[in-house]
């Protein structure tokens, strides 16, 4: 294979190992963060559901207030139906009716409090049971993404090693000169770093290079860059007729 062939073949090698080791390296870069977006969302659910654990606890607390102030005020009640037995004068009487009365309407009125205490209770606990059961899931989602990073960053750095020394071997048949303009295009250009010439035109930005220029690029003597963009280009042709001849 001619030298000029070769090189410009390890330059497409190059250029692809290099957009994977890119790729590699989001991968290792984007697990954590995907892990850390997780697990923020598990604590605002975590919080979520302490707050709820907190409205709960005080609801049963007022309703043990309750329960006690009705079950109090209906003993005096039941202490007073039974004095009033033996009250003697009618004044004495009637102050204890009213009282009585007193009493009673404000056990209806806790009556009516407990219920919507009752309903409220439930309905929070409803919603308590439908936040542990997300926070299971969660928690099972958190474990099973943690495995399945651990996972692909292995493969990440398994692969980032083999392409290490694909890329050391790519990197020997090129001339230095030839390779830190590929790394300066890199930098600072999109793909392709290394692009084709078909019918004159550059595939790197679309546009023909100059006739003298396109007829040095066919003798296929040394690797040029575009007048255009700068890119490193190879003349298509040259490339597929190599390809057919192996
Ligand atoms: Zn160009």
Request: hydrophobic share 35%; net charge negative; proline share 3%.
């Amino acid at each position: 294979m001619n030298l000029y062939i070769k090189q410009i073949e390890q330059l497409i090698i190059l250029q692809t190992v290099d957009d994977e080791i890119l790729q590699l390296q989001d991968v290792i870069e984007q697990a954590p963060k995907k892990i850390a977006g997780l697990e923020e969302k598990m604590e605002i659910q975590g919080n979520q559901k302490s707050e709820l654990l907190e409205r709960i606890e005080l609801l049963n607390q007022q309703k043990k207030k309750l329960y006690k102030e009705i079950e109090e005020d209906n003993a005096k009640i039941k202490k007073s139906k039974n004095k009033l037995m033996m009250v003697e004068n009618s004044r004495e009487y009637h102050a204890m009716m009213r009282e009585m009365d007193n009493l009673e309407k404000t056990n209806r009125l806790r009556e009516d409090e407990k219920v919507a205490l009752e309903e409220d209770l439930e309905s929070k606990n409803n919603l308590l049971q439908v936040v542990d059961k997300e926070v299971g899931q969660m928690e099972q989602e958190h474990s099973d993404l943690k495995k399945e990073m651990e996972i692909k960053t292995q493969e990440a750095r398994d692969r980032l090693e083999q392409l290490g020394e694909e890329r050391k071997k790519a990197c020997q048949a090129i001339p230095a000169p030839i390779l830190s303009r590929y790394e300066f295009i890199r930098h600072r250009l999109n793909n392709p770093i290394i692009a084709p010439v078909e019918n004159s035109v550059c595939s790197g930005c679309h546009i023909s290079i100059p006739p003298q220029i396109f007829i040095e690029l066919q003798k296929g003597a040394q690797i040029m860059s575009c007048p255009n963009c700068q890119r490193l280009i190879f003349w298509k042709d040259h490339f597929e007729a190599e390809e057919n001849a192996a």
